[in-house]
């Protein structure tokens, strides 16, 4: 039987995740060391307590407690949320507020909401690309717009702005992850997040707040008053925010949130019924009580102590075996550290020598919608031990000088997008 | 802020489900009696040994049992549902099988996979409105096939498809529920599985065969032999099959399946990066050893004799009550049992009437994608307890005689669909 025919658009033109093609990867080589996936330490799961709240849960037998939930999410975890993002400065109510699988859900929803094909969606260069594929996924047009050292260029916005105009394009959003951005670590001014809400205001387009990094800033170079989400400062509803659980608490749990004028999270929901119906009750329970009893309050100074340790062994075990070939921007908080190569290095072409090395990496072409960027990679600092991060920059570095010994000029790898 | 003009086309012309928003009624009206969404009965899960999975695999602390899991989902729970399709005649290997975050998930991916706008869905009168919304929101044109008492109308499809390839019409799959079906509970025979399999390889269409309910049979009435899936019969690759732990285990685990040929499947792994990246590894876990550990083998004897028992108590209440006025088919198995009333009752209009009496269904034009079934209505004898059913009848039967008393021709409420 012949399926291609019957596929519709967007199942022939969909593209396999570079970052769940490592995770696979990962998984069925237990000897390699990953620093592709932003996956979170293992180590600091607080294993005893999420024992103790199944426990609490199960054996209370709550009629609800093992059926199906409403699409919104449970209303007692809707309020510790509101609460969580009072402390950010956000003030969100119930009617603004819903529960998502993870945040790769909310960012689906929002390319089934609001995108038709065509539609543009304003990126930064380079950008996370699960949001890269959801967008494209519905058949919008990703548009992408420089970076400076301290985050999104606006010279380059107006730019390409004032020629989409001109070309009669419709600008839908503008997509940020304003704190230690996903792939660059990159965190975001206070002045641009400013200028940028004001820009949103005089263009009339939507801003997409994707935060799942913000609470994790490393105090040796930030604080909670770097990153202050831009949706702190929307008054007028301008600003659909995304935040998650799972790096914090568990990305096992697939439980996120996405939060933004009541009118729209209407739409979200009706969606989300047609999504999966609702999101699990059961590990929305576990995190209901995982923020009740104080358990993220209690990881949060560990993880970002944890975190930035992770963050100064990559950097030292770079700055020793490879800093005469690479450069890269130090993060200031979560996972990732961005490291661009000399020009002629192509990062996707290389990664047949990291494996053999035993590492792996996320090429930073994926990052890009522009085609630019195969010189660089994304390191996830988060996920390997100290002693393996070491060891995995080691191996990196050998893949790294053959690579330049050779010339930079290998045959990418097929399907690595 | 205007939030109209931003919405895209599937964005404005999404419908709420009908039966999402009676269970949020439901939840919010702890008197009311709940025959609306097809919810199984929490007395009959398993709590303690899930307590004690739970607490097994936290004690663990496997690196990866709290982690970002394979998007095809767990390789051990993978190979547990291979056994258990084995044993309803299916053959699957891992290469064509995922995990789906609920069985909803899995028609979203066949939307997206497959249906382009006015491409053709064909679906049974009535059908699910989980599949209808899903298909739908991606602007598919759906075509509704008359029922028989075993089935789908064989002459019906016939006919409609002619009429659809004169129309120069593109027909993507026929959308069946064989067993139990939801709403009408009715048992497609097993000549009629054979014909619709052979029709589907002579019409080049794919059938998308939709099994939540197929191991709950009512020993009264009917057998493993009676349910067995077109898929088991399909040498060619031709049907696409989905099921789910929901109703045997629990709903709020949100692990179900779906099985079809390789190259189908790897596109539907693509297309479930952008969903959700994974299914919660945490609940395949605690589903996986529910298996292996012979959980869900005890429960099944247990639920077909505690949901036949409710569907006689049913039965017996509205012979009892309403015998005189209404009709419905027998259920052999499932959840639902499928009321019809005197053509001039309009149901969604009676529904303030029965929720002022303290009981809510699911009005039957919500399965129709043809504008008809407005006398019709869908009541889920799954989660009320028995005493619970007879009452509830009780009151469902106030609520008909006063409409009929009033002429039946009240005024619609507003967006019931």
Known sequence: MNFEGLLSRVGTGMQQSAIRQMGTVAAQNPDIISFAPGYPAPENFPWDEYGAIADDILRARGRDSLQYGPTRGLPALLDEIMALLGRRGIRATRDELMVTTGSQQGLDLLARVFLDPGDVVLVELPSYTGAITAFRNVQATLVGIEQEADGIDLGDLDRKVAQLRLEGRRIKFLYLVPNFQNPTGLLLSLEKRRAVLAWAADNDVL???????????????????????????????????????????????????????????????????????????????????????????????????????????????????????????????????????????????????????????????????????????????????????????????????????????????????
């Open 207 to 417: 801003i997409v707040e994707d935060d799942p990094y913000g609470d994790l800033y490393f105090e040796d170079a930030a604080g909670a008053g770097d990153t202050r989400p831009i949706k702190a400062d929307d008054a007028e509803g301008r600003v659909v925010y995304l935040s998650s659980f799972s790096k914090t608490l568990s990305p096992a749990f697939r439980v996120a949130w996405i939060t933004g004028p009541a009118a729209l999270l209407g739409r979200f929901e009706t969606a989300k019924q047609c999504l999966d119906l609702c999101t699990s009750d059961f590990n929305q329970q576990i995190v209901l009580e995982a923020v009740r009893r104080g358990v993220l309050d209690r990881q949060m100074p560990r993880l970002r102590a944890y975190y930035q340790q992770c963050r100064t062994s990559m950097e030292q075990a770079l700055a020793a075996q490879l800093g005469e070939a690479v450069s890269w921007v130090r993060p200031r908080g979560g996972f990732f550290l961005w490291v661009t190569l000399p020009a002629h290095v192509h990062t996707a072409a290389m990664l047949p020598r990291a494996m053999a090395q035993g590492v792996i990496y996320v090429a930073g072409e994926a990052f890009f919608v522009n085609g630019t960027g195969k010189n660089t990679l994304r390191l996830a600092f988060s996920l390997a031990p100290g002693a393996k991060i070491v060891e995995g920059v080691g191996r990196l570095a050998t893949a790294v000088r053959e690579e330049l010994a050779a010339g930079g000029v290998a045959t990418p790898v097929a399907a690595l997008r």
